[in-house]
């Protein structure tokens, strides 16, 4: 019937201002789609700027290397404000506008774009098409056979330009910042474009605003990212007014356990009103704390018909799918029919001479729904910050990373996470992945090198080192050594006491005296110092034996030192400031204790690790240390984070969720003793290692959880007000019934 068509969506690992790199990508996944037969390729959001340079091939290994904070989501962050930026941008734009690999599809892709000097968040939807000369119709095809010569002329169009409606401004994300929404529903202006697209196309203004595209078969509508998980969402409408082809261009995180609500939400939006949902996605990480973990797909009807990857090292992937948009009005015309006739805004259609589909496709199949597969939680945590970490080795110009390894959860899981990526980067290579194979060579400093095991791999570019004390235990020795044997890294003992000696030597001639342990019968304040002494001591020999030891081994360049402080010692200052948790980056810091101990019986199976049996024995140490459980303080976590509790709504919800473990007395010394834990040690997130975000709940105090690091921490007037219902419950009467004008309140309702 000439109603089907095939549509590509991507996931490409894009780099803040790497305009070339990112151009490049941006073509690879052209050529793709249209190899493929599509006739209109989508890209994840603002793709011709994203991310960070690129590290070529021509960066020294040796240069050393300098973490730098910088916001989390949106990569660029303030360079946006640069009128270079914009700049680049459109440069880019010509790029691929005069790119021959762009003929003969409809391309998307994602800019920022000033209108009106007031920036946004854009999409821009162009067609490049070569148009023959009426004159020269008849012999053309002559010429061409004949001589070669083409009297085709091409014809360079941008269709229109969508920005963005509804801003991502919570969470990670403060995209308002930068960008403004277009408010105006269904308003359409004039946009002048700059001169160097003007000579490329020959038009001086194009459509700007909420509009859609309307080609000779089909209508194609425009949501980016965000606009997708509104209540409003653009889609609504669309489809009531016979638009049946949505898009979405997305910059969307991973988190532990969120890959099924991106998926139902595509689901629902083609569930309700039928048509075909295009989702795509950025991958990898991008420069900060985050890792965009791609999944792009492709919808029809609420089934899913296509599915890319959610980890994978490819720099570029594309999907691809065949459907037959008589199949959208099919399910349209029983479900929604008396909802359609009644919109009372109509898009704004903006007219291409052009068709999706062809008239000859009643042999062309079409895709049928598929089954989604989601990772476990265990497998998230294996290739997550897996990914993360290889992009950020890759990228930053260093020869691999160093950990300190003690044998317990924290550091294992964190030693686990690297052999899992060499694992990643070991298939990649043997699936055929050149890009891999280059950046391996690279980073190991061999043009010939290709690994041929996980554990061979992981010698070279990853070196542990157990850092002993007079009170360390052989136990902790022994199960760093043999997890190191069984993951093949390059293992080191190392004694700290002589550099503990050497620091008391000098306080002890300064001050006259010398502190001792407790069990030496030294006081709490003596015995505390020196354990930080201890902490601190590693922290200065993993950036000594990072930047040292491959120069000791006659190897050039330095290693980056991998930190393993989890979600919730963080969220209680449960470690010392400046120690080892005080690293380059830290790939489990987003992560809660409760989960890594399930990964490491994931890892005793999946890599047969054997060695991290014993791994989870000094955990229950830990939890008499905190006075809580690591499970209980998940708990607290989200409820402080997600649930925005206080301590006394905390308290009123915990009395509840607890009431079979523990007394409203109980409940309320753990809440205040979570919250004077947690404010006396805020100060310690202000020096947080940079961490791989995987939990909605973390306390990482870089644009994600804006609160103060100086608090009055005996909570005063909160505190007086658990104790008064906990004084209530006690004396038996009924706090409801007591406070009628607060019971609402006190009961959530």
Request: with cysteine; charged share 20%.
């Amino acid at each position: 019937m000439g109603r089907k068509v095939t549509v590509a969506t991507c996931s490409l690992n894009q780099w803040a201002l790497d305009f070339e790199g990112n151009l490049d990508r941006i073509l690879q996944s052209i050529d793709i789609a249209k190899s493929r037969g599509a006739t209109y390729r989508l890209g994840p959001e603002l793709e011709i700027w994203y991310e960070t340079f690129r590290c070529h091939t021509h960066i020294a290994l040796s240069v050393p290397y300098d973490p730098i904070l910088k916001e989390h989501g949106y990569s660029c962050a303030d360079h946006f404000y640069e009128s270079d930026t914009l700049l680049h941008s459109f440069q880019a734009l010509r790029k691929l506008l005069e790119s021959p690999i762009t003929q003969d599809i409809i391309c998307d892709v994602g800019m920022p774009i000033m209108h009106h000097n007031v920036r946004y968040n854009c999409r821009v939807l162009f067609l490049n098409r070569y148009v023959v000369s009426t004159v020269l119709s008849l012999i053309h095809d002559m010429l061409l056979s004949v001589t070669g010569l083409n009297v085709c002329s091409s014809c360079r169009k941008i269709l229109l330009i969508r920005p963005k409606m509804q801003m991502a401004n919570n969470g990670i994300y403060r995209e308002m910042r930068w960008f403004s929404p277009w408010n105006q529903l269904r308003k359409v202006e004039e946009y002048f474009l700059p001169r160097m697209i003007q000579e490329v196309t020959g038009q001086d203004t194009v459509p700007f605003g909420d509009c859609v595209l309307s080609t000779k078969d089909t209508c194609i509508g425009t949501e980016m990212c965000a606009e997708l998980w509104n209540p409003r969402s653009p889609h609504i409408q669309m489809g009531l007014d016979g638009v049946e082809i949505f898009t979405n261009s997305s910059a969307s995180h991973h988190e532990l356990r969120k890959a099924d609500q991106r998926v139902n939400l595509v689901k629902s939006a083609t569930t309700k009103s039928g048509g075909i949902y295009l989702y795509a996605n950025q991958r990898g990480c991008d420069g900060d704390r985050v890792y965009y973990d791609g999944c792009a797909m492709v919808a029809i009807n609420g089934d899913i018909v296509a599915q890319g990857a959610q980890f994978s090292l490819s720099d570029v992937e594309v999907i691809t799918a065949t459907l037959d948009l008589e199949d959208v009005s099919s399910y349209r015309g029983e479900l929604c029919q008396p909802n359609m006739e009644s919109e009372p805004r109509p898009c704004h259609r903006v007219k291409v001479d052009f068709s999706l589909s062809s008239g000859d496709d009643i042999f062309l199949p079409t895709h049928q729904p598929i089954t989604w597969h989601f990772h476990t939680q265990d497998e998230e945590i294996s290739l997550g910050p897996a990914c993360w970490l290889w992009d950020y080795l890759r990228r930053s110009g260093q020869a691999g990373f160093l950990l300190p390894l003690s044998g317990g959860v924290d550091s294992s899981s964190t030693a686990c996470i690297v052999h899992s990526m060499c694992v990643l980067i070991c298939q990649a290579i043997e699936d055929g992945n050149r890009q891999v194979l280059e950046d391996v060579r690279r980073v190991v400093g061999d043009d010939a090198y290709c690994p041929r095991h996980p554990r061979e791999l992981c010698g070279l570019i990853f070196t542990t080192c157990y850092m002993a004390s007079e009170n360390s235990s052989e136990d902790t020795r022994s199960r760093a050594k043999d997890l190191a044997n069984q993951i093949g890294s390059t293992h080191m003992n190392i004694n700290i006491d002589m550099a503990v000696k050497g620091i008391l030597g000098i306080f002890s001639v300064v001050t006259g005296r010398l502190p001792q342990f407790r069990v030496n019968g030294g006081s709490h304040r003596e015995n505390l110092a020196l354990q930080n002494v201890q902490a601190r001591v590693r922290m200065v020999l993993a950036y000594l034996f990072a930047q040292l030891s491959l120069w000791a081994r006659g190897k050039p360049g330095g290693l980056l030192v991998l930190g393993s402080a989890n979600v919730d010692e963080s969220l209680t200052g449960y470690f010392t400031k400046y120690d080892c948790s005080s690293a380059d980056i830290n790939p489990i810091g987003g992560i809660s204790k409760t989960d890594l101990k399930h990964f490491l019986l994931y890892c005793v199976e999946q890599f047969q690790l054997t060695s991290l049996r014993g791994s989870t024995s000094n955990i229950f140490n830990h939890q008499a240390d905190m006075g809580m459980t690591y499970s209980e303080l998940s708990i607290i976590g989200r409820l402080r984070k997600i649930s925005k509790c206080g301590p006394f709504s905390m308290f009123c919800k915990l009395i509840h969720m607890w009431k079979d473990a523990l007394s409203p007395t109980e409940v309320a010394q753990k809440v205040k003793h979570f919250f004077r834990m947690y404010s006396v040690n805020r100060h310690k997130m202000t020096t947080v290692t940079p961490s791989y975000h995987a939990e909605s709940y973390s306390p990482d105090d870089n644009r994600f959880d804006l609160r103060p690091f100086l608090y009055n921490t005996r909570w005063t007037w909160q505190f007086r007000c658990i104790d008064n219902q906990v004084g209530i419950h006690a004396s038996g009467r009924n706090v409801v019934s007591l406070y009628p004008k607060y019971s609402k309140w006190w009961t959530g309702q």
